[in-house]
């Protein structure tokens, strides 16, 4: 059964810094592509990060400047640093795992709540 378990979440204080975690159950971890969504209050799901398996990043627009995804493929795992926090970053973080071919698997984890304050 594929699990992806997100922590690092929570309350955190505007102009901060944050470290997101993913861990990840899932056989053939180093050929997914995997990623960082969030979910504002009241608005569509959108991209913040990905990094395919040879390493290669894409930055959504709102956070390009601000954040860095990593991956650990020994540890199953995915990163994400946010510097600069504002407070339209509040939004429920999920991080995914997308398979490498048309048609193929995607994964979501149940999410993470981030919220900005002052």
């Known amino acids: 059964q594929v699990q992806l378990v997100e922590s690092g979440g929570g309350l955190v204080q505007f102009g901060g810094a944050l470290r997101l975690s993913c861990e990840a159950s899932?056989?053939?971890?180093?050929?997914?592509?995997m990623g960082w969504y969030r979910q504002p209050p009241g608005k569509q799901r959108e991209l913040v990060a990905a990094?395919?398996?040879?390493?290669?990043?894409n930055y959504g627009d709102s956070v390009k400047g601000r954040i860095s995804i990593s991956r650990d493929d020994a540890k199953n795992t995915l990163n994400l640093q946010i510097d600069r926090l504002k407070f339209e970053d509040t939004a429920v973080y999920y991080c995914?795992?997308?398979?490498?071919?048309?048609?193929?698997?995607?994964?979501w984890g149940q999410g993470t709540q981030v919220t900005v304050a002052s």
């Open positions: 899932l056989g053939g971890f180093d050929d997914y592509t």
């Open positions: 990094i395919d398996r040879r390493g290669r990043t």
């Open positions: 995914n795992a997308k398979a490498p071919y048309n048609g193929g698997e995607n994964y």
